[in-house]
Structure formats: C-alpha cells, structure tokens
C-alpha cells in the first residue's frame, strides 16, 4: 500500500509538472524580471538616468504637486485627466502627465509626460517610448497576443498544477533535508535530478508561497460566484463596498474652477502626517465633475493596498478615504497579494526575491530536462525516438534557450531602433517573440547537444552585447554607473555579464560533452524503481 502509494505520488509529480513546465519556466522568468521592473523599466530610457532622487523628496512634495497643478493648467486646460507623479526611491524623476484627446470610439487618450529633474527642476529629454519592466509583469500573468481573461484563466490552471506538484514532490521526498546538499556530478539524469532537488528545496518555501499567493491574486476571477450572489454589480460591486475611494462620477461638461490645491493639501497632511505621496491625479479638471485622487507609498509594510484619498474638485471637500483598520478577511487577502507582488520589500529582500525566482527557473528547468533525459537513457541501441520525447526535447531547447536570447534581442532592440519610430514599445516587444520564434523554429529540425552548444555561445554573445550596446550608445556604462553609485544600471549590467559567462561555461561543458564518446546505454540504464526509490 505504502510503495503504490509513493508511486501514485511520482507519476503525479512527474505528468502534472511535465505538462505545463514550459509554460510555468516563461511565468517564473518573467515574474523574477518583474520583481526589479522599475529598476527595468529605468535602464530602458537614458534619459532619466542622470537624475538621482533628492535627499528631502517627501518634505518638497508640496511644492512639487502645486507647481505641478500650474503647469498643467497652463498646458492642457482641456485635457481630462491630470497625473502628477512624484519621485520615489526606485522611480526618482518628477512627471507632470496629461491626456491627449481621445480617438473615436477609444476610452483613453494615452498620457502625455514631461519630465522633471527634481533636483534641479530642470525639463528632461523626454524618454524613448518603451514598456519596460512592465512588458515582462504584464507577460507573466496576462501573456501576450492572446485576450487578458483567457490568459489569466490560463496562468490560474498552470499555477495549480504547479502548486499539485510541490505538493506530490514534499511527499515523495522522504530525505528532503539531506538531498538539499546532495550533488552527484557527471551521472547522467541522476545528476539533474539532484539539481532538481537541490533547487527546489533551497527555496521550497518561496515556491509556495509565491504559487498560493499568486492564486490568492486572481481568486476573485477563480470564485466570483459569492460576490456576485451579494451585489448586483458582482465583483466589481464587492471591491466598491470595501474600497471607498473606488467612487466612480459622471462625467460634465459644466466648467467650474478647480479647488485652491493648498486646501486639499492641508487636508492630506492634517490626515496623513510626514506622508509620502507617490500620484497626485486630478479626473476633469475645470468641470463640475472634477475630482482628486491622492496616493501614499505603503512604504515597507505586508500591505498590497495604496492608501487613498478622494476629494471633491470643485469645493475640496473629502468624499473618501481608505479605511484604517481592515477585516481580518481583508488583511488576510491584501496582506498575501503584497507578499506576491514584493512592492514591499527593501533592496535585500528584492535581491531575495529574485534569487529565489532564479531557483524556481532552474527548478523548472531542471524537471523538464529531466524528463527526456531519463526517457533517452532507457531506450534500446538504435531505437527512434517517440514523437512525445522528440516534442519535449524541441520544448526545452526552446524555451529554455529561446526566453533568455528572447530577453537580450528586447534590451537590444531598445537601445538600437530610432527613437522616432511609430509604436516604438510595441517593436521592441516584437524583437522579443521573433527572436524567440527563431529558436523555436531552429529546434524543430534537430535538438542534439550541438544545438543547445550553438544557442548557449549565441545567448553568451547576446548577453554581453547588451551592456556593450549600452555603453556604445549612450554617455553610461557599468564602470560609470559603479563610480556614480547609480546601483540599478550597475546591478542590470552586472547581471547580463553574469549571464554571459554561465552560458559561456555551459558551452565549454557542452563542447567536452561532443567529444566524449558517449556512454552505452545499459551503464548509464536508471530502472523506474531506482528513481523511485531516489524520491522515496
């Protein structure tokens, strides 16, 4: 009963994992991208990467946001919406936003920025257009060309398959512990099944934290059905209950004055003293309908939701705020989609989280290498490989080496194509899947070691070119960015270089492999009982 047990549990590991791997290695790569995306997003416009946060940022941000309103109405008088943006540790530029008119039948105008050394205050260059980190956040739980609810329908069955196979893999593993530090080089499948071991306990409790959490996020999408039994509007009536500042007002076309903004002011400090206010945004300014929305930083704390106040633009009169104190239900809930997004977490812990991130990635990958792995070493001398390995093989050579490369040809493109080009975010984002189409239609003909040679010297080069390009092309690079102390650029650097030289490593490994005669198969044979017993 105990060995059929054990066995029910392994081919539930192995079949859960196996099917949504490929998928689940693009959520976790670009989920771990995202937890530096403004560092990202930074990195891909120059232009802001003189500017260095102010030392007394939160006791100027008075006089920012009322500069802000003059500019603004000066400016765009009859824009609809109004966003000032002021500088945060990981985002230090100021921004006076506003919308440009709307195209027929669209909803929004798009934002049109100018920026602000609020240092100086002096007006920026204005950046190149791009995404950012935020492509690859918005490409981890919304993937890309393909509808947002479907997507995240998508994402929700992968993750549940994944936290199925942390599950199954705790229970399969009876020496956890002491397969942490267990490493057998050179042995063929054993050896990735060590690295697969080792990668997933090392972070075991990140994995599933970040997993449940990342359900917990879109639970509401998975459940809506109390909601919708409670409100007439559903979810959305659900988050208007428990979100006070979720007011929505029609919109006027009675012109009235905007309320004196020092007013307002005195009312958020009075509420919210030493604040740090992040977006001050003013919706129909100079119309009766006018209202103002002010956010703070949550700062540190377990805490997902921003605090916000709701004035009324005509008067100043407060119309709402975020609640105090929160329900235990709330608290559970706000408190587990903040520990996901790591919006919380201090330079360390973001370190952490991306660290951690890297060992779900390798987790991953190592699974799904696994897989074919032990599927060659069981097949006779001379035998064909089944259209299935043959399939699992060609996903793993590109995915595996398709995102990384896919991921440098983005950085390429943004520092490479003209800074006048129409839809210039949306051509980046489309070097990114060409470049990944590239290797995937490459691993259709032939997935041999010498294939996975080649793409590991192609993403060594990749890599390097990346901060290569950036210093070719503008007044930064990583020695200037270490001297400057500007940490973000040095660390982004840094990293591609790290990346160069481990594929770099992985290709010389590679190229002793080619001209190693490879082993019979009946010395490198791993019975299905011995891997069996490997996990019990």
């Known amino acids: 009963m105990k060995e059929s047990f054990f066995r029910s549990m392994t081919w539930m590991h192995t079949w859960v994992g196996l099917l949504v791997c490929w998928l689940l290695y693009l959520i976790f790569f670009a989920g771990t991208i995202s937890f530096f995306r403004d560092e990202v997003t930074l990195w891909n416009q120059p232009a802001l990467h003189s500017i260095q946060a102010p030392q007394e940022r939160i006791a100027q941000q008075r006089e920012q946001i009322i500069a ?22 990981r985002e230090p530029q100021l921004n ?43 490409l981890h739980f919304d993937l890309h060309y393909i509808d947002v ?57 990140f ?5 449940y959490t990342g359900l917990i996020t879109l639970i509401f999408m998975l459940f809506p059905y109390p909601a919708m039994t409670a409100y007439d ?58 209202t103002i929305t002010v956010r703070a930083s949550t700062g540190t704390l377990v805490r997902d939701q921003t605090p916000t106040m709701l004035f009324n633009g005509v008067d100043g009169s407060l119309i709402a705020k975020s609640v105090d104190e929160y329900s235990s239900t709330e608290v559970f809930y706000d408190s587990l989609t903040a520990l996901h997004t790591g919006r919380l977490a201090n330079p360390l812990l973001r370190w952490l989280y991306f660290l951690c991130g890297i060992a779900g990635c390798i987790m991953i990958a190592t699974g799904c290498i696994m897989w074919a792995k032990r599927i060659r070493e069981r097949m006779k001398k001379d035998q064909k490989a089944s259209f299935g390995l043959k399939l699992v093989e060609g996903l793993n050579l590109a995915t595996l080496m398709g995102l990384p490369l896919a ?26 899947f060409i470049a990944w189409l590239a290797v995937a239609l ?6 041999a070691k010498m294939q ?4 590991a010297w192609v993403n060594a080069v990749a890599c390097i070119s990346v901060p290569l390009i950036n210093a070719l092309t503008t007044k930064g690079n990583i020695v200037s960015y270490l001297l400057n102390s500007q940490w973000a650029l040095f660390s982004f650097d840094l990293v591609c270089l790290v990346c160069a030289l481990l594929f770099a490593l992985q290709a010389k490994k590679l190229r002793t492999q080619l001209h190693t005669p490879t082993p019979t198969t009946r010395s490198n044979h791993v019975t299905k009982n011995s891997l069996v017993e490997q996990k019990a």
Request: hydrophobic fraction near 40%; charge should be positive; aromatic fraction near 14%.
């Open 68 to 89: 802000g309103v003059d500019y603004l109405k000066a400016t765009a008088p009859e824009s609809g919406r109004w966003g000032i943006y002021l500088p945060t540790e």
């Open 96 to 138: 006076y936003a506003y919308e440009k008119p709307r195209p027929e039948g669209k909803r929004f105008g798009g934002w049109q920025d100018h920026y602000i050394n609020p240092t100086t205050g002096d007006s920026l260059q204005q950046p190149r257009e791009t995404k950012g980190g935020n492509f690859f956040y918005r």
């Open 149 to 205: 609810r479907t997507a995240r329908w998508i994402v929700c069955f992968a993750s549940l398959f994944m936290l199925v196979a942390l599950i199954s893999g705790v229970v399969i593993h009876k020496r956890i512990f002491k397969d942490m530090f267990s490493f057998r080089k050179n042995k063929g499948s054993r050896s990735w099944l060590d690295g697969h071991n080792v990668s997933s306990v090392l972070a075991l409790p």
């Open 207 to 211: 994995h599933i934290m970040i997993t």
């Open 233 to 290: 509007d559903g979810v959305r009536g659900l988050f208007n209950d428990v979100t006070p500042t979720n007011v929505r007002t029609k919109s006027s076309d009675v012109a009235a004055p905007l309320t004196p903004i020092d007013s307002v002011l005195d009312q958020i400090y009075t509420n919210w003293p030493n604040a740090d206010l992040t977006r001050f945004s003013i919706k129909d300014p100079n119309k009766t309908s006018a």
């Open 407 to 432: 991921t440098c040809a983005f950085f390429i493109a943004n520092r490479l194509l003209p800074l006048s080009l129409t839809q210039r975010a949306d051509k980046e984002i489309l070097a990114f």
């Open 442 to 447: 490459f691993s259709l003909f032939k997935r």
């Open 452 to 455: 996975w040679y080649l793409l």
